[in-house]
């Protein structure tokens, strides 16, 4: 037998354009802001990110192969569904969430008074404990096109370990 510890780390990134009039759902929140995500599903990049940080983790390819964007039945779909189907396909290969730490990088609005329900619904879609998600945000100090409010982008580290 192999004695590699049974721990897997994963990462994920996602990105989007925001523009006026879109909806702006982060960790499956939807947040009030007068720009959102151009997207084809809901456009959750703290989820998109955080499906690819698991997919990653036990080598599952990627949200894109697995939710094709050319695919009508993901035409506006709650992203919460490509976490949990990126749990399940964990499971089955005997693998199970330890952390979740997502960063979202956003010019505004600030995400701080949302931080306390996003933390509430990660633990509801990972089935975690709440302080094992976390989130934290950052704006791009005006640079480039997330500074200037044309984009929003999230940045998930995960790590699983072999369900005993
Ligand atoms: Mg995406």
Redesign the pocket.
């Known amino acids: 037998m192999s004695n590699i510890p049974s721990i897997l780390v994963g990462f994920g990134y996602?990105?989007?354009r925001l523009e006026r009039g879109k909806r702006l759902v982060l960790c499956g929140v939807e947040i009030e802001s007068d720009y959102g995500?151009i997207?084809h599903?809901d456009?959750?990049?703290a989820l998109?990110?955080l499906t690819d940080a698991i997919l990653g983790a036990i080598g599952g390819g990627d949200?894109g192969e697995l939710f094709p964007d050319t695919d009508p039945a993901n035409a506006g779909r709650a992203?919460r569904d490509f976490v949990e189907k990126a749990i399940s396909l964990a499971n089955e290969k005997r693998y199970e969430l330890v952390n979740i730490d997502i960063t979202i990088v956003l010019e505004k609005p600030k995400i701080l008074p949302f931080k306390p329900v996003m933390l509430a619904m990660l633990s509801h879609i990972t089935q975690l404990p709440r302080e094992r998600c976390s989130v934290k945000a950052t704006t791009n100090e005006s640079v480039g096109f997330i500074g200037r409010g044309e984009g929003v982008a999230a940045m998930v580290s995960c790590l699983l370990s072999a369900i005993e």
Do not use: E, K, N, R
């Open positions: 996602d990105i989007h995500t997207a599903s456009g959750d990049v998109h990110a949200i992203s």
